[in-house]
């Protein structure tokens, strides 16, 4: 009787050691996988010159954006296209420094686009939440696209001495992400 009882303890020890057997390979086969994918962190920025006595909102009509990615995988990154994308129109970044080259792991890239007009496209920096647009950032690799949505946009004045509206300070503030 004793045989018996240790013969059906060991079928159970078998099949729990191949049940985790089979759980600890399939979950190293989606940490290897995941180890491929490419990830990117996004920030888009507004630079605009402001001359001495002129106003913040005049300052706005044109400047540039900058899209600065950062490549949080673990491997290099080929960055294809970077695109700002309002209803149907879609307007291209250019890489700021020179020829494009793998953009290795934690090091960034900063893509310009020259010329923007805010007074036309506020993307999200209207006060008037209906005149707020409806805009994706996109980035893609040579692969696939990696990253498709709104990025909060941060505004950069220089030079001039006009004086800036604190509430256009406010929103170019991060937003506060600390749980509550």
Same mark, same amino acid.
């Given at each position: ?19 985790? =057997? /089979? %759980? ?12 491929? @994918?490419?990830?990117? *962190? ?40 970077? =695109? /700002? %994308? ?12 020179? @020829?494009?080259?793998? *953009? ?77």
């Amino acid at each position: 009787m004793s045989t018996h009882s240790s013969d059906r303890f060991a079928r159970v020890l078998g099949i729990a050691g191949l049940v985790l =057997g /089979l %759980a600890s390979f399939g979950w190293q086969v989606h940490t290897y996988r995941d180890g491929f @994918a490419e990830r990117v *962190l996004v920030k888009l920025s507004m630079q605009s010159r402001m001359r001495p006595g002129q106003k913040a909102e005049d300052a706005l009509e044109h400047g540039n954006l900058f899209a600065d990615i950062v490549n949080t995988g673990q491997h290099p990154l080929y960055i294809k296209d970077v =695109g /700002l %994308a309002i209803e149907s129109e879609t307007w291209y970044f250019h890489l700021t420094n020179g @020829a494009s080259t793998p *953009l290795e792991p934690g090091a960034a890239a900063t893509y310009t686009l020259d010329g923007w007009d805010i007074s036309k496209h506020p993307l999200d920096l209207s006060d008037d939440p209906a005149q707020r647009e409806n805009y994706s950032l996109i980035v893609a690799s040579n692969k696939t696209e990696i990253f498709r949505g709104r990025v909060p946009t941060s505004i950069l004045f220089y030079g001039g001495r006009g004086e800036v509206p604190q509430d256009w300070l406010q929103r170019t503030q991060p937003p506060d992400l600390r749980p509550r």
